[in-house]
C-alpha cells in the first residue's frame, strides 16, 4: 500500500506531518511494502482556496491513502472520487503516524472533519 504524508519539508520518517493538504509543501510516500519512502514537492500550492486539485498537488502519483492534519471539502471529495482513502494524522510523525496506521488507529476523515475556511478556522492544528 502507498500512504501519501503532507509535510512541511523532507526528514523521512521523522518528518513533521502538516497541518492541511492544500498547502503542504510536500508529500512523503510511503510504501508499506518495503518502507521505500519518495518525496513530492506540492505541485498545486498556489491554488485559489478552496480550488484545490490533489491529485495535481501530488504530481498524479498513485496513491492509496493520504495522511494529513486536515482537509478541505473540494480536496476530500476529488481524493475520495479517485479511490483514495483520507485519514487524520493523530501524531507529529510520519513515523508514528503509520505505527497508528499499521494498527488501524488512525480515524478515516469524512465531510463532517473538513476545514469550513481559514478564516472561520479549520478543526485541526
Known amino acids: 500500500?502507498?500512504?501519501?504524508?503532507a509535510v512541511t519539508k523532507d526528514?523521512?520518517?521523522?518528518?513533521?506531518v502538516y497541518g492541511h493538504f492544500g498547502s503542504a509543501p510536500a508529500f512523503i510516500v510511503v510504501?508499506?511494502?518495503?518502507?521505500a519512502m519518495s518525496k513530492?514537492?506540492?505541485?498545486?500550492?498556489?491554488?485559489?482556496?478552496?480550488?484545490c486539485n490533489p491529485m495535481k498537488a501530488i504530481g498524479g502519483t498513485e496513491v492509496d491513502a493520504v495522511v494529513v492534519g486536515g482537509i478541505g471539502a473540494g480536496a476530500l471529495t476529488r481524493l475520495n472520487a479517485e479511490g483514495i482513502r483520507v485519514f487524520k494524522a493523530?501524531?507529529?510523525t510520519i513515523k508514528d503516524n503509520l505505527a497508528l496506521f499499521n494498527e488501524n488507529r488512525l480515524p478515516e476523515l469524512t465531510m463532517n472533519h473538513t476545514c469550513g475556511g481559514h478564516a472561520s478556522g479549520c478543526a485541526h492544528h
Request: with cysteine; aromatic share 4%; proline share 0%.
Open 31 to 35: 510504501n508499506t511494502e518495503d518502507n
Open 90 to 92: 493523530v501524531e507529529n
Open 40 to 51: 513530492i514537492i506540492n505541485s498545486d500550492m498556489n491554488h485559489i482556496h478552496g480550488a
Open 11 to 16: 526528514e523521512g520518517a521523522e518528518s513533521s
Open 1 to 5: 500500500m502507498k500512504l501519501c504524508f
